[in-house]
């Protein structure tokens, strides 16, 4: 079946922008995560949705970054002012019921450059 | 808190060498380990988990087993192939956490023919 995916996959804005990534996860998993990769920090976590809504938000860096999940199926992750440090590679997860024992599924992220 | 401390790469062997990429974490509760794994140019797959102690995780012929008594969950491989090179990251997940995987560094493997 169908994976995780996420659009855009490169995204380049100037900095000072908002962004908005996307992410479909596995049809019928209802947790949903966010994370960062980048060179400096390695794979930090962002975000996770337990159907649309967001019982843990402890790895948002800073107000600027926000996130929804809609249908308990799409979310977006959006960046508001952009700034340099902000460029990494946004990876979407998902998994059945956000057990600790699920596995979570990657998508391919979107590369985020901030000019 | 909770960490991941994986060994620091890169690890380069010829082919059909054995493999072992050490794992160790912390954690206040009984976590869930994984090793996941990035072939150059794609997203991070699961390679294999073990979910309590003492299980044994498998997959194309890597191995991990989760030691308790000594939090760790190390990597090993018989004989590696030039496929096998990759970025590898140790992870963990724990419900009293919240279930957002923790990750180590990732070790690069470099395998030469």
């Known amino acids: 079946g169908a994976g995780v995916s996420q659009s855009p996959s490169n995204k380049v804005t100037e900095k000072g922008k908002d962004v908005e990534l996307r992410c479909d996860p596995i049809?019928?998993?209802?947790?949903l995560y966010w994370y960062r990769q980048s060179l400096g920090q390695g794979l930090e976590f962002l975000i996770y949705f337990q159907g649309n809504s967001a019982p843990d938000k402890s790895g948002l860096p800073s107000d600027r970054f926000s996130a929804e999940r809609t249908g308990g199926s799409v979310s977006t992750l959006t960046i508001q002012r952009t700034q340099q440090e902000d460029s990494a590679v946004y990876l979407c997860?998902?998994?059945?019921?956000?057990?600790?024992?699920?596995?979570?599924?990657f998508g391919p992220g979107t590369r985020l450059t901030v000019l | 808190g909770n960490s991941v401390t994986q060994m620091e790469g890169p690890v380069t062997l010829s082919e059909e060498a054995f493999l072992t990429i050490n794992c160790t974490y912390t954690?206040?509760?009984?976590?869930?380990l994984f090793w996941y794994v990035q072939y150059p140019g794609e997203g991070l797959q699961l390679l294999l988990k073990?979910?309590?102690?003492?299980d044994k995780g498998s997959n194309k012929g890597f191995e991990a087993t989760y030691r308790k008594e000594t939090t760790s969950f190390h990597l090993e491989k018989g004989s590696v192939q030039v496929s096998d090179s990759a970025v590898y990251f140790c992870?963990?997940?724990?419900?009293?956490?919240?279930?957002?995987?923790?990750f180590g560094k990732g070790t690069t493997l470099s395998v030469s023919s």
């Open positions: 992870a963990l997940s724990e419900w009293q956490a919240g279930t957002a995987l923790i």
């Open positions: 049809s019928g998993h209802t947790a």
């Open positions: 997860a998902s998994s059945l019921g956000g057990l600790s024992t699920d596995t979570q599924y």
């Open positions: 073990a979910t309590k102690a003492d």
């Open positions: 954690a206040t509760g009984y976590p869930s």
